[in-house]
């Protein structure tokens, strides 16, 4: 077994472990959704960190496999950060459950680590995946790209030593905490500066995204397209989690805040496994589809309940009895979505070839231009 898949499946096992572990402790305790006060230097409001144990359990377990994958097939540095992030969002979400627990048990081993943990083990990969779009690429990276993916570094480094070395009177005891009043008293602001910093970079990245995405054709602008739509839900919700604790925002913008990244990694992980991977993914393609089919029904079932539920009796009169037909509206729903999806995820992976008459038109059209003997035939194969 090479070194390169001995990491993959220590990312893979790590990440994992963590996200189940959070969710296990939080099952078994009975534990509060509401964090441990003073452990985050982020300034999203209350009720959207309240959250962040759940994004950073998916996140753990989305990017665990993909990043494995990845760092398993081709050393690159997609795989590299989503490796970081994936491991660091399941220590931040065992953290935040493990920070709970031992206010009701004190004497837990490593409490106010891992009570910390929940603040800064998520941030240096959340932060570089601002810049992430910009090294999905199959060419090389042009140098202000590169660039902006250094000064990105920088700045998850810097955000990641605040939260790392930070203090609050309302917090435990930070063992890594630097015992200076100015810094502690400056810490915050500039953590808000640098998120500040790194949407900035999000919303760069998008747009170059964007760019590539019109110039692009065919299978292309398939994959891009995916990359657009899941940065952009990722975009939005650095957007909202920098919004400020004390500005009083609308109960549907924290659920948007909650959701976006969320339907963002869903839709991140089959566009960069096949804009990186490219020809390396024959082999495992059928898996990666089926994971992505799986994927995609599983958020389209909870976006059906949540419509029916949570939003209809809103908008209707008299719509309060509209659970009743939740199973009803899933069992018609569930094989028309599936075939469309489907569908759309062979253009993806396999690209116009996964349509056999779009394929057989293809050769039709070349038919009688190719030339006779081995050359024609070499470019018909």
């Given at each position: 077994?090479?070194?390169?898949?001995?990491?993959?499946?220590?990312?893979?096992?790590?990440?994992?472990?963590?996200?189940?572990?959070?969710?296990?402790?939080?099952?078994?305790?009975?534990?509060?959704?509401?964090?441990?006060?003073?452990?985050?230097?982020?300034?999203?409001?209350?009720?959207?960190?309240?959250?962040?144990?759940?994004?950073?359990?998916?996140?753990?377990?989305?990017?665990?496999?993909?990043?494995?994958?990845?760092?398993?097939?081709?050393?690159?540095?997609?795989?590299?950060?989503?490796?970081?992030?994936?491991?660091?969002?399941?220590?931040?979400?065992?953290?935040?459950?493990?920070?709970?627990?031992?206010?009701?048990?004190?004497?837990?081993?490593?409490?106010?680590?891992?009570?910390?943990?929940?603040?800064?083990?998520?941030?240096?990969?959340?932060?570089?995946?601002?810049?992430?779009?910009?090294?999905?690429?199959?060419?090389?990276?042009?140098?202000?790209?590169?660039?902006?993916?250094?000064?990105?570094?920088?700045?998850?480094?810097?955000?990641?030593?605040?939260?790392?070395?930070?203090?609050?009177?309302?917090?435990?005891?930070?063992?890594?905490?630097?015992?200076?009043?100015?810094?502690?008293?400056?810490?915050?602001?500039?953590?808000?500066?640098?998120?500040?910093?790194?949407?900035?970079?999000?919303?760069?990245?998008?747009?170059?995204?964007?760019?590539?995405?019109?110039?692009?054709?065919?299978?292309?602008?398939?994959?891009?397209?995916?990359?657009?739509?899941?940065?952009?839900?990722?975009?939005?919700?650095?957007?909202?989690?920098?919004?400020?604790?004390?500005?009083?925002?609308?109960?549907?913008?924290?659920?948007?805040?909650?959701?976006?990244?969320?339907?963002?990694?869903l839709l991140y992980p089959a566009a960069i496994l096949v804009v990186i991977l490219g020809q390396?993914?024959?082999?495992?393609?059928?898996?990666?589809?089926?994971?992505?089919?799986?994927?995609?029904?599983?958020?389209?079932?909870?976006?059906?309940?949540?419509?029916?539920?949570?939003?209809?009796?809103?908008?209707?009169?008299?719509?309060?009895?509209?659970?009743?037909?939740?199973?009803?509206?899933?069992?018609?729903?569930?094989?028309?979505?599936?075939?469309?999806?489907?569908?759309?995820?062979?253009?993806?992976?396999?690209?116009?070839?996964?349509?056999?008459?779009?394929?057989?038109?293809?050769?039709?059209?070349?038919?009688?231009?190719?030339?006779?003997?081995?050359?024609?035939?070499?470019?018909?194969?």
């Open positions: 077994m090479t070194v390169r898949k001995v990491v993959a499946i220590a990312v893979w096992s790590v990440s994992w472990a963590l996200a189940l572990a959070a969710l296990l402790v939080s099952w078994i305790a009975g534990l509060p959704s509401a964090p441990l006060p003073g452990v985050f230097l982020s300034p999203a409001p209350e009720a959207m960190r309240a959250g962040f144990d759940e994004i950073g359990v998916t996140v753990a377990l989305v990017y665990g496999p993909v990043s494995a994958l990845i760092l398993a097939r081709r050393p690159h540095p997609v795989g590299v950060i989503l490796a970081v992030h994936a491991v660091g969002s399941g220590l931040a979400a065992f953290g935040f459950q493990w920070g709970l627990l031992s206010v009701n048990h004190p004497g837990l081993p490593f409490a106010a680590f891992l009570s910390f943990a929940a603040g800064w083990a998520f941030v240096p990969g959340t932060f570089m995946t601002a810049a992430l779009p910009l090294l999905v690429t199959r060419g090389r990276v042009p140098r202000w790209q590169q660039g902006v993916v250094g000064a990105t570094a920088v700045i998850a480094v810097a955000a990641w030593f605040l939260s790392f070395t930070q203090q609050s009177a309302a917090a435990p005891v930070n063992p890594f905490a630097i015992a200076v009043p100015a810094y502690q008293a400056a810490a915050p602001a500039a953590y808000t500066l640098l998120s500040f910093c790194a949407v900035a970079v999000s919303v760069l990245s998008w747009v170059v995204l964007l760019a590539r995405w019109w110039r692009a054709r065919g299978s292309d602008r398939t994959g891009l397209t995916w990359l657009v739509l899941g940065h952009g839900f990722l975009t939005i919700s650095y957007g909202l989690l920098v919004l400020p604790a004390d500005v009083a925002s609308p109960p549907w913008l924290i659920d948007v805040g909650l959701v976006a990244p969320v339907l963002g990694q390396r993914l024959w082999g495992v393609d059928l898996v990666v589809s089926r994971l992505v089919l799986w994927a995609l029904l599983s958020i389209s079932g909870v976006a059906v309940y949540l419509l029916t539920v949570l939003i209809a009796p809103r908008l209707l009169p008299g719509g309060d009895g509209l659970w009743l037909v939740v199973p009803f509206v899933l069992a018609l729903s569930v094989l028309p979505l599936r075939s469309w999806l489907q569908g759309r995820i062979d253009l993806l992976i396999y690209g116009e070839g996964a349509d056999p008459a779009v394929l057989i038109a293809r050769i039709a059209d070349r038919i009688g231009d190719l030339e006779p003997g081995a050359a024609g035939l070499r470019v018909l194969a």
